[in-house]
């Protein structure tokens, strides 16, 4: 049972390209989430599914999309990626649909913009 | 709008002390509230949580936190850390049900041991 899984770990880009970070679940939750880490600010809620076929925005959606492939599968993709977007990313799952309760992190992707 | 202050960014306690992180929220009806640990380089794991019912919660690793209404607090606290206990701590509040609100965190508190 791994959890919560992404890939890739670690990534450069340079501003204007694009790129998709995924994340897959093997716990068979409803709900995930993709969230942004900046020192001081805390984790911030990009966009969320609260069940498969479903996304929402969050606190700070502009310049991403997001793709719920299946129940597994949340995909987080930078169309034009801005030197703004240097963060580090999580994604997170959790049982009830839409509901607040525990959320399972995965360990991260720490994105570099230049 | 929801909200929650972690007022402490950053505290230092020798190993085998006492710790109180301090978390103050604000929410119009009741809260659904978390803390959750990062250590370094790693996702965040769920210490504790609490819904309704008893105000003072256990959680892993010994910690605990307590419930004030009256204060909008919900202060995590340990008896006697350890080493192991290093990490930044992020509280959060939500509703129960993700509408127009959602879950949200504190910026975090930093803590550091030292021997």
């Known amino acids: 049972n791994a959890g919560v899984t992404q890939t890739p770990k670690f990534q450069v880009l340079k501003t204007g390209q694009s790129m998709t970070l995924q994340c897959a679940q093997d716990?068979?939750?409803?709900?995930m989430y993709w969230y942004r880490q900046d020192p001081g600010m805390g984790l911030r809620l990009i966009y969320y599914s609260a069940s498969e076929g479903t996304t929402d925005k969050g606190e700070v959606p502009n310049g991403y999309n997001v793709s719920r492939l299946n129940k597994r599968e949340f995909s987080l993709r930078l169309e034009s990626a801005a030197p703004s977007q240097t963060s580090v990313y999580f994604c997170?799952?959790?049982?009830?649909?839409?509901?607040?309760?525990?959320?399972?992190f995965g360990p991260g992707t720490r994105l570099t913009v230049l | 709008a929801q909200s929650v202050t972690q007022p402490d960014i950053h505290i230092t306690v020798s190993e085998g002390a006492s710790l109180e992180l301090r978390c103050n929220y604000s929410?119009?009806?009741?809260?659904?509230l978390f803390w959750y640990v990062q250590s370094p380089g790693q996702g965040l794991q769920l210490l504790l949580k609490y819904f309704s019912g008893d105000t003072l919660v256990q959680g892993i690793k010994g910690f605990e936190a307590e419930f004030k209404r009256s204060q909008s607090s919900f202060n995590l606290r340990k008896p006697s850390v350890h080493w192991s206990d290093a990490a930044e701590y992020f509280c959060a509040v939500g509703p129960k049900y993700f509408g127009n609100e959602k879950l949200t965190f504190g910026t975090g508190t930093r803590l550091t041991i030292i021997p």
């Open positions: 716990m068979n939750h409803n709900s």
């Open positions: 997170a799952s959790s049982v009830p649909p839409g509901g607040t309760d525990t959320q399972y």
């Open positions: 929410y119009g009806a009741t809260p659904y």
